[in-house]
Nanobody, 124 residues
Framework: EVQLVESGGGLVQAGGSLRLSCAVSGFSLDDYAIGWFRQAPGKEREGVAC????????YYADSVKGRFTISSDNAKNTVYLQMNSLKPEDTAVYYC?????????????????WGQGTQVTVSS
């Protein structure tokens, strides 16, 4: 059974940090790209970052470059999103998604499987 479970969200003050985790099961990270997406109330879902776990290639939205880092621990079947220098506009529900393939970028990723999300709230 394919499952993706996000964790690590919470409430943090502007300038603070959080680390989100996406635990995956039912498939090998070596065969998939994993992406982080977010959706705030009244806004469309946007891609934040993705990683091709097989070779470590990463892609980031311009809005988070230099602040967020995506990484993969294939032995633990877990993908992380380290979020530093958080801003109120980062407030959203964050979702992880998996897509089978090796030539995926953030711009093209649609997700074959999705988690249920974790709330991130950044206070001003």
């Amino acid at each position: 059974e394919v499952q993706l479970v996000e964790s690590g969200g919470g409430l943090v003050q502007a300038g603070g940090s959080l680390r989100l985790s996406c635990a995956v099961s039912g498939f090998s990270l070596d065969d998939y790209a994993i992406g982080w997406f977010r959706q705030a109330p009244g806004k469309e879902r946007e891609g934040v970052a993705c990683i091709i776990s097989r070779d470590g290639s990463t892609y980031y939205a311009d809005s988070v470059k230099g602040r967020f880092t995506i990484s993969s621990d294939n032995a633990k079947n877990t993908v992380y999103l380290q979020m530093n220098s958080l801003k109120p506009e980062d407030t959203a529900v964050y979702y992880c998604a998996a897509e089978r393939g090796f030539y995926i970028t953030l711009a093209t990723m649609y997700g074959d499987y999705w988690g249920q999300g974790t709330q991130v709230t950044v206070s001003s």
